[in-house]
């Protein structure tokens, strides 16, 4: 059997699948583009169990394409309402895939504002449903671009996520509410489980190496032991990625749609 | 029991100073009439409450804008909302900035009639940094746990658009998601409604009667205003004008973007507003999006 040529973007969506693998039944909720269809892919795979949505109102078993539908004909199981998702988000039963602007050391996350709060260099969207979902339930992290400016070296700029800097936590908080899950990068796919919740590198995208992650984050990462490298999609996953996609809207959400399998050389250019 | 006025008449009861409160979500089903009519008043010094779409950026950009209580402002296909952003980064804006179910929290607080509700959200965050008024309570009961009280959102008028309302104050919203806009009307001490068709008196079948999401009894004021959304969704009637949202986005580049676009949009009044928008027959053609 041949390796099956692949994108960048494509080998993100098989890593953020992964994400969703053994998270019972939960509401899966992928933001933007990579993290829907990676959502979707661990339904049509390996997680049949995932609750998902069309996106708008309704609850859905098959997974809906992304972009315009064509001929397609959803085949709705439910009823799904902004309301009722903060109902499910506040009971826990939710594992939601978030592009933050800024993640720090602590895995806080930042929505809101760049630069002074009181007079932002960059006034973004607000801080949105990010501090419910947070401390509700599993947040993972897409990151399109990993670089020191998304990977801050301090803290971010508004604490808009919870992490785990013990400092903003009191005791009579409870804590066990919140979890990380992972973060799907252009690089590498990191979790928050080192000692003392630091930032671990799981596995390492072709091509990349530790040192180049390490340099374009603004915190000590470390290697998990298992530390290996992303695994490709197979023939059966790009298959269901492209049903999943007809319109390639996957191919524009990477600047240059990169290959997925690349040497060091073009990863570093 | 006729409760049906005209939008200028809903807005001549506005003060300054008053908290007022929109239903919608971002770019979606927003009483965007009533915004005009409000563009083309007097008020000043509001603190206005919402999950935050165009009525958020095109009020600040009027100046009639004390003070934001939101938990988001977007335009969805356009990120960032683009006066709204002009409004914070220029620093003149009071904010209150909430988690979405905080936000919530605080309608329903005020629609039960309690001071507070505790909530989870906002712990460990810069919610509570930036907002040293909410306050922290204790759970009474055994376990002792520290959760965030929090406060109820009074609203001196909140308004929200529907798709059919009669003069009684009935509503319904057909489209597929109601939003927060029962919340927001519970909130208020007034309700004004508006509403794409004004009838003289529902008259439903069960499944139809299933589109009615708060009691007449809440609302104090019905406006007829077809293309009341506009340039927002107001589903399943018609969809977001994108060119629309892009012209008053690409606007906001300029110093006189908002000049430009108040005089070429929301001063001749509504009528003239449908006209320049490509009249009723192109504005009932804009599709739903699909997401």
């Known amino acids: ?269 | 029991m006729n409760k049906q006025m005209t939008s200028a008449e809903a807005v001549g009861h506005l003060k300054d100073g008053m908290t007022i409160g929109f239903g919608g979500w971002g770019p979606r089903r927003k009483p965007m009439a009533i915004v005009r009519e409000i563009l083309r008043s007097d008020v000043k010094d509001l603190t206005v409450v919402a999950f935050g779409g165009p009525e958020v950026g095109m009020l600040c950009a009027a100046g009639k804008v004390k003070k934001l209580i939101f938990g988001f402002a977007t335009l969805d296909a356009i990120p960032l909302e683009p006066y709204f952003r002009k409004a914070r980064q220029a620093g003149t804006l009071d904010v209150m900035e909430l988690d979405e179910g905080l936000f919530q929290w605080g309608l329903k607080a005020a629609a039960m009639r309690v001071p507070f509700l505790p909530a989870r959200a906002g712990l460990a965050t810069d919610v509570l940094t930036y907002n040293p008024d909410l306050k922290m309570v204790r759970s009474p009961y055994e376990d002792g746990e520290e959760l965030l009280a929090m406060p109820a959102l009074y609203l001196d008028y909140a308004f929200v658009h529907v798709n059919r309302a009669d003069r009684l104050g009935n509503t319904l919203v057909t489209g597929v998601d109601a939003y927060f806009d029962h919340h927001v009307v519970r909130a208020a001490k007034h309700a004004i409604v508006s509403a794409e068709v004004v009838e003289e008196k529902l008259e439903l079948d069960k499944e139809t009667a299933r589109f009615n999401t708060f009691e007449r009894s809440l609302v104090t004021g019905v406006v007829e205003a077809r293309f009341g959304a506009h340039p927002t969704i107001c589903s399943p009637d018609y969809g977001w004008d994108m060119k629309h949202l892009k012209e008053y986005s690409d606007g906001a580049k300029d110093d006189q973007g908002w000049g430009v676009y108040f005089e070429k949009y929301v001063q001749g009044g509504e009528e003239k507003y449908r006209e320049q928008n490509g009249g009723e027959e192109h504005l009932a053609s804009i599709p739903v999006p699909t997401f």
């Open chain 1, 1 to 269: 059997m041949t390796t099956p040529n692949y994108s960048l973007a494509e080998l993100m969506i098989v890593a953020a699948s992964e994400a969703f693998r053994d998270n019972g039944e939960v509401l899966a909720s992928g933001l933007g583009i990579i993290p829907r269809l990676g959502a979707s892919l661990a339904k049509m795979t390996h997680s049949p169990e995932l609750l998902m949505t069309d996106s708008e109102a309704f609850l859905v078993e098959e997974p809906i394409p992304v972009g315009p539908r064509g001929e397609y004909q959803p085949k709705y199981s439910g009823y799904m309402p902004f309301e009722r998702i903060f109902d499910n988000v506040w009971g826990g039963q939710r594992h939601a895939m978030v592009g933050p602007t800024q993640i720090d050391r602590w895995a806080q996350t930042n929505l809101s504002v760049i630069g002074d709060y009181h007079k932002p260099k960059v006034a973004m969207l607000g801080v949105r449903g990010l501090p419910g979902n947070s401390i509700n339930h599993l947040n993972s992290f897409f990151v399109p671009s990993h670089s020191k400016r998304v990977f801050v070296e301090g803290e971010v700029d508004m604490v808009s996520g919870v992490g785990f800097k013990p400092e903003r936590w009191s005791e009579s908080m409870r804590k066990d509410t919140m979890g990380i899950g992972v973060a799907v990068t252009d690089l590498c796919v990191m979790d928050f489980k080192g000692p003392d919740n630091a930032a671990r590198v799981i596995s390492l995208h072709p091509g990349v190496s530790f040192e180049h992650v390490q340099e374009n984050t603004g915190f000590p990462v470390i290697q998990a032991e298992s530390l290996g490298q992303t695994a490709a999609p197979t023939a059966v996953q790009l298959a269901l990625i492209e049903q999943l996609d007809p319109h390639n809207l996957r191919a524009k959400q990477l600047k240059g749609n990169p290959a997925g399998s690349r040497t060091q050389e073009e990863v570093e250019s």
